[in-house]
């Protein structure tokens, strides 16, 4: 059980674009994208990528489970858990799956079908025991989860759309914004908008600002824009995520170096970290 006063984030899987077995990225994780938020009794999970697996072994021993799902967007290392999220299979449990990115084109349910579709794989998602509902909203949209919680979302510059999150709970606040670019000099509105004096703000920072011109157009950012975006919002705690797959523990460990020194509190995000606001 948990107290049904807490409100925290857990980082399940902290990696972009394609998961690490290297023993060199050990430390900080080596599974991409998936993070449970707690809001009291509420569960919430943003993203299924293949952290979302080992999320699913803890909460397959708790006993029936009924949660939300919200996808940052459908690419594959933000999905590619799914499949093997044990919950999912349970006749006990309900979940209800939100993305912002799709309409008109798609929904949400449709991309998972095609995911899970032959000769990509086995089964499709008809295989899933639990009560499954499929919602489908447009980015900037404001989703009220219950009389307690509020969620507000808005769009991220990322190739096919994403969706940035804010998680609102008893007067505190997560954000969890990832697989956006940046134009440098010009802080995204949208984000500062979304992220406006946050407890905790969770930024792609797939690379630095010396790699990023290599990278322009393949929709990430860095973890200095992530520090003048959280400066100018006036955000509280500011975490670095979705570390780039060659980016090792002494690389990270050189990356909390230079926040502990431009901004002090912020904190590189690694598999099992607790943040609560």
């Given at each position: 059980?948990?107290?049904?006063?807490?409100?925290?984030?857990?980082?399940?899987?902290?990696?972009?674009?394609?998961?690490s077995?290297?023993?060199?990225?050990?430390?900080?994780?080596?599974?991409?994208?998936?993070?449970?938020?707690?809001?009291?009794?509420?569960?919430?999970?943003?993203?299924?990528?293949?952290?979302?697996?080992?999320?699913?072994?803890?909460?397959?021993?708790?006993?029936?489970?009924?949660?939300?799902?919200?996808?940052?967007?459908?690419?594959?290392?933000?999905?590619?858990?799914?499949?093997f999220?044990?919950?999912?299979?349970n006749?006990?449990?309900?979940?209800?799956?939100?993305?912002?990115?799709?309409?008109?084109?798609?929904?949400?349910?449709?991309?998972?079908?095609?995911?899970?579709?032959?000769?990509?794989?086995?089964?499709?998602?008809?295989?899933?025991?639990?009560?499954?509902?499929?919602?489908?909203?447009?980015?900037?949209?404001?989703?009220?989860?219950?009389?307690?919680?509020?969620?507000?979302?808005?769009?991220?510059?990322?190739?096919?759309?994403?969706?940035?999150?804010?998680i609102?709970?008893?007067?505190?606040?997560?954000?969890?914004?990832?697989?956006?670019?940046?134009?440098?000099?010009?802080?995204?509105?949208?984000?500062?908008?979304?992220?406006?004096?946050?407890?905790?703000?969770?930024?792609?920072?797939?690379?630095?600002?010396?790699?990023?011109?290599?990278?322009?157009?393949?929709?990430?950012?860095?973890?200095?824009?992530?520090?003048?975006?959280?400066?100018?919002?006036k955000?509280?705690?500011?975490?670095?995520?979705h570390?780039?797959?060659?980016?090792?523990?002494?690389?990270?460990?050189?990356?909390?170096?230079?926040?502990?020194?431009?901004?002090?509190?912020?904190?590189?995000?690694?598999?099992?970290?607790?943040?609560?606001?």
């Open positions: 059980m948990h107290d049904p006063g807490d409100f925290f984030v857990k980082f399940w899987g902290v990696r972009g674009s394609i998961a077995a290297d023993p060199g990225t050990a430390r900080y994780g080596g599974n991409t994208s998936s993070l449970e938020v707690r809001c009291g009794g509420r569960l919430l999970l943003f993203d299924g990528g293949t952290g979302l697996r080992y999320l699913g072994r803890e909460l397959s021993m708790n006993g029936p489970v009924d949660a939300d799902m919200f996808l940052t967007h459908t690419h594959f290392d933000h999905i590619a858990g799914i499949p999220f044990g919950p999912f299979f006749p006990r449990n309900k979940f209800r799956v939100h993305a912002g990115h799709l309409l008109p084109a798609m929904t949400v349910k449709h991309a998972l079908c095609d995911l899970m579709m032959a000769p990509l794989f086995p089964v499709p998602p008809e295989i899933f025991g639990a009560s499954m509902e499929f919602h489908d909203f447009h980015a900037g949209e404001t989703l009220q989860l219950s009389n307690e919680i509020r969620i507000r979302t808005a769009p991220l510059n990322h190739p096919n759309g994403a969706t940035g999150y804010r609102e709970w008893d007067g505190k606040s997560i954000c969890y914004c990832t697989d956006t670019e940046h134009t440098p000099g010009k802080p995204d509105p949208n984000i500062l908008d979304l992220i406006s004096g946050a407890d905790v703000f969770i930024y792609d920072c797939m690379y630095t600002d010396d790699e990023y011109p290599c990278h322009v157009g393949w929709g990430h950012s860095t973890w200095q824009e992530g520090v003048r975006l959280a400066d100018a919002a955000v509280k705690t500011f975490v670095v995520f570390h780039d797959p060659d980016h090792n523990d002494e690389f990270m460990d050189g990356v909390q170096a230079e926040l502990d020194k431009v901004r002090p509190g912020s904190v590189v995000a690694r598999e099992g970290l607790v943040v609560r606001p």
